[in-house]
């Protein structure tokens, strides 16, 4: 029981640093993917991607303030 409740404190600091803008590797992984579809080489995603990631597969809120959406957006 007491190894199972340190990972999921774990998980909600990990959870709490993504919501907070500090988890870019999903960003980072779509812009990966859109420079090979578009055949453009970046090292910096290079090497971006070639460092080891901790995988979380929880989804973050994707309403995190009060504006109303406008735009396309919206």
Known sequence: IELFRKACERHQKSYRSCM???GIDRHLFGL???SKYLKIESPFLNEAIG???RLST???PTRQT????????G
């Not at 009060?66 to 735009?71: A, E, R, S």
């Open 32 to 34: 990966y993917v859109v």
């Open 66 to 73: 009060n504006l109303k959406p406008t735009g396309c957006w």
């Open 51 to 53: 460092h080891p990631w």
């Open 20 to 22: 907070n803008g500090k």
């Open 58 to 60: 929880s989804q973050t």
